[in-house]
């Protein structure tokens, strides 16, 4: 599993003292976003774009609890040591993957239900949001708008400790602030 990272063989206290000074030291990617398929990109995008906005990278894989579970385990097990901070996971259908990605990894995970190829996107909200006791998935709403709220709550996470990222999220929600009352009339 630590192969994927480059980490070298030592104790499991050498290796938190390791994980603790790289992480001080990294500038890399934050979120850790991960999607069922790439038939989830047109909504995902815009979970994406909103991360940019704020700039925040990110990691971005299409993978499949369903599909290709070895590999969205690992890329869920491993993502704190890479530097990840905050997890989103989007999946449609029987949507199991935000389950399974927040089975493997203490980060904060959000959920993001995709609409799928029937009932308008209700069988991932459910599948997302009902998630049993002590395995905690944050649930946003289906499709772009959850896309994009994932993307925010990210930044709020992150801007708890991340000054920049906290002033960008002002900064977003002053603009939309702006764009609602910049419509004035709407007959106009
Ligand atoms: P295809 O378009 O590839 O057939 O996928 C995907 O997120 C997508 O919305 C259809 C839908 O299947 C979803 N999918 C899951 C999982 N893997 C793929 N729900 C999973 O692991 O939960």
């Given at each position: 599993m630590l192969a994927m990272c480059n980490v070298p063989a030592f104790s499991v206290l050498q290796y938190e003292d390791y994980l603790r000074k790289r992480r001080k030291t990294m500038a890399g990617p934050l979120v850790g976003v991960v999607m069922?398929?790439?038939?989830d990109w047109g909504t995902m995008e815009h979970c994406v774009s909103t991360l940019e906005s704020l700039g925040i990278e990110c990691e971005v894989r299409v993978l499949?609890?369903?599909?290709?579970p070895h590999v969205a385990a690992e890329f869920a097990q491993t993502a704190e040591a890479r530097g990840i901070e905050v997890m989103i996971a989007a999946a449609g259908g029987a949507a199991h993957l935000a389950g399974v990605v927040a089975s493997m990894t203490t980060l904060p995970v959000l959920g993001v239900p995709m609409v799928g190829w029937s009932l308008d996107g209700m069988d991932s909200l459910l599948a997302t949001v009902?998630?049993?006791?002590?395995v905690p998935v944050a649930t946003f709403a289906i499709g772009k708008a959850g896309a994009v709220n994932a993307a925010l709550c990210a930044g709020q996470i992150l801007g708890l400790k991340h000054e920049a990222i906290r002033e960008a999220v002002k900064r977003d929600r002053e603009e939309r602030r702006q764009a609602v009352l910049a419509v004035g009339d709407p007959r106009e």
């Open positions: 069922g398929s790439k038939s499949s609890a369903h599909r290709t009902q998630m049993p006791r002590g």
